[in-house]
């Protein structure tokens, strides 16, 4: 059972990373990168599919489905407060975001908005 697994079945009884995937066509890791994206992407003052699917590669079709499978917009919410419960994931989560690796997502989170907002 992978750490996103346990903390999808903190915010919904009925979700795993494997079903998951076989829901909407894509490999288990797919998933699971979807879901440290969709997480990413909603700590992230833009849009949170975009911001996602830009992160990811990730269609932003997919990432929609994964995230209504997930309990939609409010789930994330719930999962990425669980997220900073499990270093694991967090550092996953966190890696999305810090594009340069310098450790500190906040000063790369200004470039994603403007990369999603052409400004």
Do not use: W, Y
């Not at 919410?77 to 890696?95: E, M, R, Y």
């Amino acid at each position: 059972m992978s750490i996103f697994d346990q903390i999808l079945g903190q915010i919904s009884s009925n979700v795993d990373v494997k079903n998951l995937a076989a829901k909407v066509g894509i490999d288990p890791s797919q998933a699971e990168t979807a879901i440290a994206a969709l997480a990413a992407g909603h700590q992230a003052p833009t849009d949170t599919l975009q911001t996602a699917a830009a992160n990811s590669g990730l269609d932003a079709g997919v990432l929609g489905q994964i995230m209504e499978h997930i309990g939609g917009e409010n789930a994330l919410a719930s999962f990425a407060s669980a997220v900073g419960q499990h270093p694991d994931a967090l550092q996953k989560v966190t890696g999305f975001l810090d594009r340069d690796g310098d450790g500190n997502p906040l000063n790369d989170i200004a470039g994603i908005a403007k990369g999603i907002f052409g400004n």
